[in-house]
Every structure is written in C-alpha cells, then in structure tokens.
C-alpha cells in the first residue's frame, strides 16, 4: 500500500500515534499459559546415521513433479564417553536428505566429519568447546600442563550444525564461527573446511546469507582489533563457469562492502541474521550485548559463550541502513525501542519506504535457556515452568523513512502505516505494526518465517510459513496472510514440526502455488519421523513419507532442486 506523511506536534504526540495493533502487554504476557505439556527428552537424544539412501512408506500422494532434496541441519550427537554437553546449540552437526523423484521419496543422513567431531571420537570425550559448554583439559597431562591450559586462547568451532548455505553454486554448512564445511549435497559426504577469514578480514559470519537474483550473496560477519569492533557486509560474487573449475571450495572475490561501527564499542550486539531489500540491507543492532572482557577471559573463568551474553534493554534498537549497491551507510541513524529478533521475514521498498517484516520478541534471555537439562524436563509442571518463562516471537512490521535529511521536519511522524519519527542529529525513531491479530496467540507466536524466496525476496509479497510455538519445539505449521493477517493452521498433538520450505510447482503464476515441505517427529512413538507434504494454497496434507528412524529435532533446511 502507499505510505503518505502524516504530521503531528511533538515527539510526545508520536507515541499516541500508534497503531492501535501495537501492544504495551508482553508477548509472553498475551499468549496463553501452558498447562500440563509433555517432555520432548526423547526429541534431544543422539541420533544414529543412516549413510546410505533407504525407502520410505508412502501415505496419500507425493506430487511427481517435485525433484530434489529435502536438506535438514541441527544437532544429533550430545555426548561422548562419559562427557555430556550442557547445551542444545553443542551438539555435534547431523545432516538429513530426503530425496524426493517421481512420486517416491528416500532418506540418509550422516553426521559432519568436523574436526570437533572427529577429534572428539578419537579421545572419546568432549575436547573441543562449544556455544554452552567447555571443553575440560587432558587429564592424562600433568597438573602443570592442565593448569596452563587454561591460558590458551582457544579455537572456534567447526561443528556447523545450523543451516545449509550456498556460495558459488557450491553447498556449505555453517554455524556462526570463521569456519564453514563444503558438503557434497547427494552423498552428503564432508569435504574441506574454509576459513572465512583467509578471504575477507572477519572473525566470523552468520548461517543466514541472502541471495540476489545475479546470484551473489551475501553474508554478515565481525571483526574486532586496535580500531574497535565491527559488523561487515560480505559480498561473495555470482559462480563462474564451473566446468573449468577445480571441485574445491572458492570464495575468491569475495569482499567487505561495507563496515559498520558498533555503536556500543565496549559492548557488541550479537545477530543471527540481517535484512535485504533490493537494493539495501539493514543490520539491527540489538539489546543483547557481548562482553568483550568476558569474551577475552572466559576459559580462564570457566564461562562458556552464552554466559557471556546479556539482555541489556537501555541501549534500544539501532538499524543501520546501507545501500546494497554502493555500500554506503546512511548517516540517518533509525531507533527503536530495545526488541529481540533471530530471523527477518522479507523486506521491500514501496514510495521511499522500506518495509521490514521479523519476527520479535520483548526480550532476549531465551538464547541461554536452551539447555539440554531444560529440553529434557519431565511433564507437567517442570515443563510448564520453563515454557511459561521464555518470550514468545511474534512477527512485526517496521518502516523505514528512506528520503530524511536536513530538510526532513523534526518532530514530525513521517508515515502512517507506523510511527516514525525525526529527531534532532538524525536521527529517526520508529515503532512497529503487530503484524498478526489474535487468533496468532493462541499457537504461542511464530518463528523460522519462510516465504517464496526465489520470486519474492525483496519485492512485496502476501504469504509467509512459520512454526507455531505452543510448545518449548514447534508444535504447529503456519500460513499467513500478511495483508489480511488471515491464519491457515496444521497442528495435530503429539507433532513437532520442523521449519516449513516453500517449494514452487513448475511453471507456477500465483506466489503460493506450491509446496511446503516439513519433517515431523513425535517423542510418542520410536522411529515415527515422516516427511510431511502440504498444499501450499489450501494447506492440507498432500501426502507424508514415513522413515522408520528417530531424528533428533533440528534447525534449518533447504531445497536442492534438481535438473
């Protein structure tokens, strides 16, 4: 829709402008409380590989047109020996393929030869840090060796259990360190790890890059030294010809476009994510902060990395905007009250405004109480404690006057389909439209938004999947209507789903005219996983794809489309 100016008197006068939908109640708050939930132990269990392709049971009908691969990453391994990891995010990389032709579907999978993984199975025991654990030294080293141990800097993980990403045409999978894992994307076989910061100078990037329709992509990642602590965009060029190229990882031209100054220099934000329209991306900068002198010393006072990251809501929200052509950052600095937000949904740009749709919650706790000991409490009230304490995620809408400079009025609330306005300094404070009603509350908010990247990434768009969270684990798939705020559910008790995948049919004129693909698991029934197809307009099951073998809940998937 058209966004018009609106004036109004004082920045007093701005906080009355609202959107009615704009809630003072926290998410937690709105959305109902958990009553008698079951324990998901079983969905947090080490899983076993199956290496090579099996058939799966068929139930109703697999549309024949669908030709390719279900990629599915997340955690699968929590223990070796007698050392356990304390966190879900520790768990060692396990990678899943359905593959899907003609109509019949088959399943494999193989846990990522990392080094962390490989150098813990020789010891047989944990030697490698991770997100929420701490790796213990030798104890066949001598009291002096061990007690000087500590004293090392210790390295980052290779253990890319997160999400599957794409550079160069070539498959990777990534987790948020300097270091990615090339995969063969049919065998899943591990090839070489790549060190980010042999190309570019970060110290690390995040799971999440976007594609442009050239076929560049693009990534965010820090680095920190004498001059203070940055945010890079990473700019890695479209592949060429690949018949002339060696079969080795290649992020040659890979380049920073632009570096961005923490604002908190003392205190950096930690991301997961970022935002891209056609032709800019935004990176949030919110309240949840890394202590650098923590960071410096934790090993030596025991302290895993989540322990070192703290919601600290008096520094707000600041989107830094950047032209993604250019990579020039806008002097313009956006604010906005302190928010918690992993994924983004889809950005555009419509009159001079760009429209940012994410997931958010009220605060930013929730990343360190994923502990295996929280996942695997018993039914009932344990279960309904823990649940009852995390923020729900809700998806929301921020706007982004593009067109502000010295001209632009101060005071004055720039757009109508949300608040926004001008300060002095420019500097442009922003509130949001609730981007749901509430029949959303009731499925415990939404998150791992997916929507037809491929056509409308960038562009405006209507429909978007999610997760529902009634549970700690999704226990939902939902389709929403972002102009009607409309919901389409699929929910069934006993189901925990995976992040949906939107998959266009051949030849397909409407933008939901697919499928969605989502890998079920229940903690009811052992090996009852199945591959679940919907309908992409309707929502109603097509079809599922039984697999008799007990897959550990995960994180993020593609689809790899084949010729």
Known sequence: MPLKKLCCSDVGSLVKLQTSSVSAVSSRERCPKADDLESLEHLVQSGEETPEPIPTTIKGSIPTWINGSFLRNGPGKFEFGEDKYIHWFDGMAMMHRFHIHDGSVTYSSRFLRSDSYVQNLEKNRIVVSEFGTVASPDPCQSIFARFFSYFQTPQPTDNANVNFVKYKGDYYVSTETNYMRRVDPQSLETKEKVDWSQYIAVNSATAHPHYDREGATYNMGNSYGRNGFFYNIIRVPPPEDKSALEDSADLRGAEVICSIPADE?????????????EN???FIEQPIKLNLLKFMLYKIQGKSFHNILSWEPQYGTVFHLVHRRTGKKSPVKYRAAPMFTLHQINAYEDNGFLVMDMCCGDDGVVIGEFTLENLRRESGQAMDEFYNSLCRNLPR?????LNVDENTPLDENLITLVSAACLPARVVYMTHEELHDDQLLQYGGLEFPQINYAKY???PYRYMYACGFGHVFADSLLKMDVHTKELKVWRYPGLYPSEPVFVASPGAAEEDDGVV???????????????????ARTFTELGRAEVPVNIPCGTHGVFNEMG
Not at 265 to 277: D, G, I, L, N, Q
């Open 397 to 401: 809408r921020y706007v982004l006057p």
């Open 280 to 282: 800019y991306i935004v």
């Open 517 to 535: 693909l989502s890998v079920v698991v229940t903690p009811r029934k052992e090996k009852s996983t199945f591959l679940l197809i919907l309908d």
């Open 265 to 277: 220099p003392r205190k950096p934000s930690y991301y997961h994510s970022f935002v891209m329209s």
């Open 457 to 459: 990434n960038g562009k």
